[in-house]
């Protein structure tokens, strides 16, 4: 059992930047492939970005690829998402999640192979 916390979110102008963090509690972090993902009204959980147990592996969506960083810090039990040239459509809620990996190198890209969520944070894009 892993609580996920979100924090971060808020209004931001186009092209400006903007730092995610999650945090977890209650689980052994380091044992977690994390990931993050965002939800536009109206639209399907979207992926954005998931980092490897070690830190040492990422995948981004081509829609953040070279904008968006994804970076886990294991001793603060917190994943991070730095955003940056952020645009409109990047407007969304954006949750983290996570679960424990069959074999410690995999990468998920599927909002069904998570398994703990937190509850998200609003992130506003304006022009």
């Known amino acids: 059992q892993v609580q996920l916390v979100e924090s971060g979110g808020g209004l931001v102008q186009a092209g400006g930047s903007l730092r995610l963090s999650c945090a977890a509690s209650?689980?052994?972090?380091?044992?977690?492939?994390m990931g993050w993902f965002r939800q536009a009204p109206g639209k399907e959980r979207e992926f954005v970005a998931t980092i490897s147990l070690s830190g040492n592996s990422t995948y981004y969506a081509d829609s953040v690829k070279g904008r968006f960083t994804i970076s886990r810090d294991n001793a603060k039990n917190t994943v991070y998402l730095e955003m940056s040239s952020l645009k409109l459509e990047d407007t969304a809620v954006y949750y983290c999640a996570a679960r424990s990996p069959p074999i410690q190198t995999m990468l998920f890209r599927s909002s069904a192979e998570y398994v703990y969520w937190g509850q998200g944070t609003q992130v506003t894009v304006s022009s």
């Open positions: 209650g689980g052994s972090f380091s044992t977690y492939v």
